[in-house]
């Protein structure tokens, strides 16, 4: 049969070429672009897995940025706390040289408090100058913002680190459920023959030892017990022990050997050189097993005296603490936290407050800190929070020196502490604590770029090569794959029109069935 209205083969012919030219197409504009995807009709799941994979590697290269960034902020904060390491060691010496009062003039003394007072100078500059971008980094700037702490619980507070997690400030509940406690012994001052009631009835050579060393007493027979709390006196500062009459003004209301500071790394320990091994007349007593003593303790309290167990050696006790839930262990009357993600801080706690079991207290810490965002995404668990205290003159090394706590300014000339008043064993706690102050605001700076910063930004570029793999092998070209489609598809665009050419001509055909 031979039809000319429809020829049927004319478009099979073009519609298979216009598939091929279609085909094509797309080989070409991939090879061209390298992506297999170039719209959302070449695989519409495809594109969106793609785009999510592109979004997530974009937000963490910039978190790897964000990572280096906080590590050069940091090796700059460092720099500066190094330089005031060396200030502060410098200064340690300078005390220690002055102290040695018998060989050191006071024109020398004099010299010395001058380049005290330019050291001291120099640390506050360089608190005030340490910059980063514009950022302050150790006069304050970076600090954490407090809110209602009570002075009479917690004396010092210095805040590391706080997760905020949406919120606006961040409540601190701090209750003691263990007191802290010195090391105490108790001496009675009354016997049976009351003749000798608040004095030595015979002579005594003592034994008095400390946490900070031992010193051997004199007493001779007869003596009253206030000359042994001013001998024992005389040397605290020596033995880090002190003594005083459990009743002020009655000598035989017996003593009290106690340490001067707080902490089970305290002790106290009164022994009798002389005599018979048991101590004779004296013998010293202890409260069993750290029991707390409601008041004064006395003698003639039967109640109290039920709680004595005889020794001649008694150790502190550390404060413990819940603060917001988590039981916490202090150093003598200091709570301490640096290893919590969500709460890390040094709190020293006033006297009497540390010493009363069930005290409580709460604080907000309303702001601050410097944020680092360290992942691709913007939330509190891809993010740290720190704080930089100021390292000035006023705010560093604050030290519990009796009842005020004492900055490293104390110590500058017409200060409390300075060299002409000669408190040389305040002045070198106040650096000793300074000095620690620093190292271990350096130490967790270190910790933090190195255990932190540096892991996070090596585990992120670790997750790019992984995403870019993966979004690779969803939206890029093989190119071994459409250079084979690009020729297979010239084939049949070629042999398609040459197809096409001679189903066109297979019409013409009918003109022979006229003679034509």
Do not use: W
């Not at 290269?61 to 904060?77: G, H, P």
């Not at 502190?316 to 936290?337: E, P, Q, Y």
């Not at 360290?374 to 009796?402: E, P, R």
């Amino acid at each position: 049969m031979a039809r000319i209205n429809s020829n049927v083969a004319s478009l099979v012919a073009r519609s298979n070429l216009s598939k091929t030219n279609s085909d094509l197409q797309v080989r070409l504009v991939r090879l061209a672009t390298g992506l297999r995807i170039n719209k959302g009709a070449d695989d519409p799941a495809g594109l969106i897995v793609s785009q999510r994979l592109r979004s997530e590697v974009s937000g963490l290269q910039q978190a790897i940025n964000n990572s280096d960034r906080a590590s050069s902020v940091i090796a700059t904060t460092e720099s500066a706390l190094s330089e005031v390491n060396g200030l502060l060691n410098s200064l340690k010496a300078l005390v220690v040289e002055a102290a040695n009062t018998g060989a050191v003039s006071d024109e020398e003394r004099t010299a010395n408090q001058l380049q005290i007072d330019s050291a001291i100078d120099s640390i506050t500059r360089i608190s005030n100058s340490a910059s980063f971008g514009g950022l302050k980094l150790l006069n304050g700037e970076l600090d954490y913002v407090l809110s209602g702490m009570a002075s009479s619980a917690v004396t010092k507070a210095q805040i590391f680190g706080a997760n905020f997690a949406g919120q606006k400030n961040v409540k601190v509940d701090v209750q003691t459920v263990a007191s802290a406690q010195t090391g105490r012994l108790f001496l009675r001052g009354d016997y049976s023959n009351t003749a000798y009631n608040g004095t030595f009835q015979s002579s005594v050579t003592l034994e008095v030892s400390g946490s900070r060393g031992v010193q051997v007493i004199e007493i001779l027979s007869g003596r009253p017990l206030s000359e042994v709390v001013a001998a024992v006196n005389s040397f605290r500062e020596v033995t880090g022990v002190s003594a005083s009459l459990l009743n002020a003004g009655n000598l035989s209301s017996g003593l009290s050997f106690s340490t001067i500071d707080y902490g089970s790394s305290e002790f106290v320990s009164v022994k009798r050189l002389n005599g018979p091994t048991d101590g004779g007349f004296f013998k010293t007593f202890q409260i069993a097993n750290n029991q707390s003593v409601p008041g004064a303790f006395s003698f003639a309290n039967g109640a109290h005296a039920a709680l004595l167990a005889a020794s001649n050696r008694d150790a502190g006790r550390d404060v413990f603490a819940i603060v917001n839930g988590a039981l916490t262990t202090g150093k003598g009357i200091k709570l301490s936290s640096q290893n919590s993600s969500s709460l890390s801080f040094d709190l020293l706690l006033s006297k009497d407050f540390a010493t009363i079991n069930g005290s409580s207290t709460t604080f907000r810490i309303t702001g601050g800190g410097a944020l680092y965002q360290l992942g691709g995404d913007i939330n509190t668990t891809q993010q740290i929070n720190i704080g930089f205290q100021s390292v000035a003159a006023s705010k560093l090394g604050g030290t519990l020196i009796g009842s005020s706590v004492d900055f490293l300014s104390s110590i500058k000339s017409g200060g409390a502490n300075d060299l002409a008043t000669r408190n040389f064993t305040n002045a070198s706690s106040i650096l000793q604590t300074a000095i620690d102050e620093i190292s271990v605001l350096r130490g967790r700076l270190g910790a933090l770029e190195r255990n932190t910063l540096d892991t996070n930004a090596r585990s992120l570029q670790t997750a790019i090569e992984n995403l870019t793999a993966s979004e690779s092998r969803i939206a890029d070209a093989d190119f071994a794959a459409e250079t084979s489609a690009l020729t297979r598809a010239q084939v049949l665009s070629s042999t398609g029109t040459s197809v096409l050419t001679l189903a066109n001509q297979q019409s013409q055909q009918v003109l022979r069935l006229l003679g034509g």
